[in-house]
Nanobody
């Protein structure tokens, strides 16, 4: 059984930085794309960033438009972890952030393409 556990969330001021981590156990981590999504109160879960598997795509990544240039996703297949470095945080980045494992080696922005999810970690950006 695959388990994903996020950590690193917290309270940060506008313009600050946080690094979220996701530790995976069970299954074959390196074969699948990984992604981060987020969900703010009263809103749908939205795509943040994805990173493809290394064997097929060299670990290429993609971001939602509002995160480009501010967020960086990375993975360490030896440690079964995926990180999300978040810089220049804004109040609208406040949400619960979820780590997810794709059904495929190449990720997408669609929640339905991800079959395992973590429990989420809260990020609050205060002004």
């Amino acid at each position: 059984q695959v388990q994903l556990v996020e950590s690193g969330g917290g309270l940060v001021q506008v313009g600050g930085s946080l690094t979220l981590s996701c530790a995976a156990s069970g299954g074959t981590f390196g074969s699948y794309a990984m992604a981060w999504f987020r969900q703010a109160p009263g809103k749908d879960r939205e795509f943040v960033a994805r990173i493809n598997n290394i064997d097929w795509s060299g670990g290429s990544s993609d971001y939602a438009d509002s995160m480009k240039g501010r967020f960086t996703i990375s993975r360490d297949n030896a440690k079964n972890t995926v990180n999300l470095q978040m810089n220049s945080l804004k109040p609208e980045d406040t949400a619960v952030y979820y780590c997810a494992r794709s059904r495929y080696g190449l990720g997408t922005s669609r929640t339905n393409d991800y079959d395992y999810w973590g429990q989420g970690t809260q990020v609050t950006v205060s002004s």
